[in-house]
């Protein structure tokens, strides 16, 4: 079943739900305990890094314009997948702690303002 899906019409709900469901008709939830999943997390973070491992730093940005694009979203989204189980297995509310984070990084981190 393919259905659309855009960060403008998809909830963090509706994605951990169908994480959630793909883990759950193959039986992997024994197996996907935080520290699994934490593991997990830093070995696709890891494979996405590999992409850019011997590119020039100024040439990164043009890899949305190469075949690795591809190869690249695949694994980002590796890295999120396994951050998702991990909300779901610990009933963390994504949006909300991202939004406190974010908030925490507002008070540490003030916007400067350039002098004029």
């Known amino acids: 079943m393919t259905t659309t899906c ?3 019409i998809t909830t963090f709900q509706q994605i951990k739900d169908q994480i959630e469901s793909f883990v ?29 491992q011997w590119t020039p730093s100024e040439l990164a940005p043009t890899i949305t314009e190469s075949e690795e694009f591809t190869h690249l979203q695949e694994e980002l989204a590796d890295v999120l997948i396994y951050c998702m189980q991990l909300a779901n297995r610990l009933e963390i ?24």
Do not use: C, G, Y
């Open 24 to 52: 759950q008709a193959r039986d992997w939830a024994q197996h996907h305990n935080p520290k699994n999943l934490s593991m997990s997390i830093a070995i696709e973070a890891a494979e996405l890094m590999e992409i850019f």
């Open 93 to 116: 509310d994504v949006a909300s702690a991202i939004r406190a984070k974010m908030e925490k990084n507002e008070r540490r981190f003030p916007a400067v303002k350039p002098q004029q």
């Open 6 to 8: 855009t960060d403008t």
